[in-house]
């Protein structure tokens, strides 16, 4: 197996959409067995994820308090729907379980890759889904919240445990603490922006929003690869949500000078 250790977030979602698409174009059950690239993607996906997994476990071991990816979190769980459709779990087992007979059960395969690998791994991730489903919401570690996560469980931080999350935005605001949302889009931010209800702005969700808005910024000025970029983007009101790239591009911009101008100019023919 080889060392590569990439963005699992990013993994999971690029694996999910790959299968995704290909059983749209082929319906017939026979593909996922017959197409050699498909074999070949979920072989090497598999292979990815089971040299980071035991990587994962080995430094848990030997050093318990170093940070771990979350590559045991975004491996589908067994008996999800994709875990289901790609068997993308028993593969992964297969490759971390060597020594189990080919005959093995699935189940006793998944079973042992839980035991052994999957639940420790999670338990010292400290991914929020453990704890909320345990209807223990106030044990959650909010600054290990991926993005993806953060967007999917806000509302549910804030009428389980609203207290310890909106200090924890608070220290978010004061740069105490940081939050996860590199792997947002600008768009999806500004859509989720106009979508906001008077209820949901008061109650904070805009905040979580504006704080994960600073960290996709701050990602992409670090990249340094827009340093000197200038975005050309229409702002009409048809294009506004996708017009945020340019807002990003334009507030990563490594000039002081040059972020001090606005990034529209209102004219009598509307903003240019």
């Not at 459709?85 to 992964?92: G, I, K, N, R």
């Not at 949302?181 to 504006?210: H, M, N, Q, Y």
Request: charge should be neutral; include cysteine; charged fraction near 20%.
């Amino acid at each position: 197996m080889s060392s590569f250790s990439p963005d699992f977030e990013l993994q999971g979602q690029l694996f999910s959409f790959s299968f995704s698409f290909s059983s749209k174009l082929k319906t017939d059950a026979s593909f996922v067995s017959s197409s050699i690239s498909y074999r070949l993607l979920h072989i090497r996906v598999a292979q990815i994820f089971a040299t980071q997994i035991q990587a994962d476990l080995n430094l848990l071991q030997t050093s318990p308090s170093s940070p771990i990816s979350l590559a045991a979190k975004w491996l589908p769980s067994a008996g999800s729907s994709l875990a289901r459709d790609t068997l993308l779990p028993e593969s992964v087992a297969v490759l971390l379980l060597p020594n189990l007979p080919p005959s093995t059960a699935s189940s006793y395969l998944l079973s042992a890759l839980q035991k052994t690998y999957l639940s420790p791994l999670r338990a010292a991730s400290q991914i929020p889904e453990r704890p909320l489903s345990a209807k223990k919401p106030n044990e959650v570690h909010y600054v290990r919240v991926p993005s993806l996560a953060m967007k999917r469980y806000k509302t549910t931080f804030l009428e389980k445990d609203k207290v310890r999350f909106q200090e924890y935005l608070v220290d978010v605001m004061k740069g105490k603490r940081s939050i996860s949302g590199a792997a947002l889009t600008p768009a999806s931010l500004v859509a989720e922006a106009r979508r906001l209800t008077a209820f949901e702005k008061e109650s904070g969700i805009g905040d979580v929003l504006g704080a994960q808005w600073e960290t996709l910024v701050e990602s992409v000025r670090e990249s340094g690869k827009m340093g000197e970029a200038m975005a050309v983007a229409d702002v009409s009101g048809s294009m506004c949500e996708y017009s945020a790239c340019g807002c990003v591009i334009f507030e990563s911009h490594e000039s002081s000078d040059f972020r001090s101008f606005p990034p529209f100019v209102a004219s009598s023919v509307g903003p240019t």
